[in-house]
């Protein structure tokens, strides 16, 4: 594709982003540390004070079950350039999402073409509504007036879409048009999609461990001091995954005044590449 870069990272990006991940390690752990020691002393102030009742007790520590697992055939957009291909695809219990050449590879325990955590993704339906969000990922600055390249990407219409978006990660574009009941395919794909999101982004939430506790109040305290005030989706997922985000947050301006201004293509072609660039930075960090 026009827009992807020949090499995501290099020997030297690989090395600055090893040095950012050291630099929020130690500047996050002696918060943590601080917040776990008073999450342990609460912990056991609560456990010599009086008892709870029994059913207080029962719905504080009651969790969330792991999602119904969801399997069927999909087409996916991929490759380069993209071009939509079968696939089956497979969402397991813990809100892994894997997918297959085919199903017969699924069931003999072959190895998946690909797969990801759900964790910070969302679901779209609406391929307008998704090419409303990769137009806005490469926006025409005022000043460029060079004639952009034919936009191929999506130009056509996608029956029963199913578009995964991440702040930080690859997309995952999708459609459940195959076989038969396509409507009812695309509904139930995006509720299990959607239970395996909410599963896998609060973890540390439904964990009663004073660990988990102490980290989502050390992320906060953190993020406050770095000037971040609010709520938002940084505590999603598990410690390493909530710290990633916490990172790629920090270099996403410094990455898109280094990288947008490189890619050629049509837009979409380029915001199609910046996600690419993304994941990779996401899977070094």
């Not at 504080?60 to 939509?84: F, I, M």
């Amino acid at each position: 594709m026009g827009g992807r870069p020949s090499s995501p990272l290099d020997k030297r990006q690989q090395q600055h982003l090893r040095g950012q991940v050291d630099t929020l390690l130690r500047n996050f752990l002696p918060c943590y540390r601080e917040q776990l020691a008073a999450s342990v002393l609460q912990q056991i102030s609560r456990e010599l004070g009086p008892r709870e009742p029994a059913g207080c007790q029962l719905m504080r520590s009651k969790k969330l079950p792991r999602v119904r697992e969801h399997r069927g055939p999909l087409t996916q957009l991929g490759g380069h350039p993209p071009r939509w291909q079968p696939i089956f695809c497979v969402l397991r219990g813990d809100g892994r999402l894997e997918w297959f050449s085919h199903r017969e590879e699924y069931e003999n325990g072959g190895h998946p073409l690909g797969s990801t955590t759900l964790t910070g993704y969302t679901v779209l339906t609406s391929q307008r509504e998704y090419l409303h969000l990769l137009d806005t990922l490469c926006p025409v600055s005022s000043g460029e007036h060079t004639q952009e390249e034919s936009d191929p990407l999506l130009e056509m219409p996608v029956n029963f879409p199913l578009f995964l978006q991440h702040p930080f990660r690859r997309h995952l574009c999708f459609s459940a048009a195959t076989g038969e009941a396509q409507r009812e395919a695309q509904r139930a794909w995006r509720l299990a999609l959607q239970g395996g999101i909410r599963l896998r982004g609060t973890v540390l939430q439904r964990s009663q461990a004073p660990a988990a506790r102490a980290f989502l109040d050390a992320v906060r305290l953190y993020r406050q001091h770095q000037g971040h005030f609010g709520d938002d989706d940084v505590t999603l997922g598990s410690d390493a995954e909530v710290l990633t985000g916490v990172l790629m947050r920090k270099l996403l301006p410094a990455l898109r005044a280094q990288t947008l201004p490189g890619l050629r293509g049509a837009r979409r072609n380029r915001a199609w590449a910046w996600t690419e660039l993304l994941d990779a930075v996401h899977a070094a960090v």
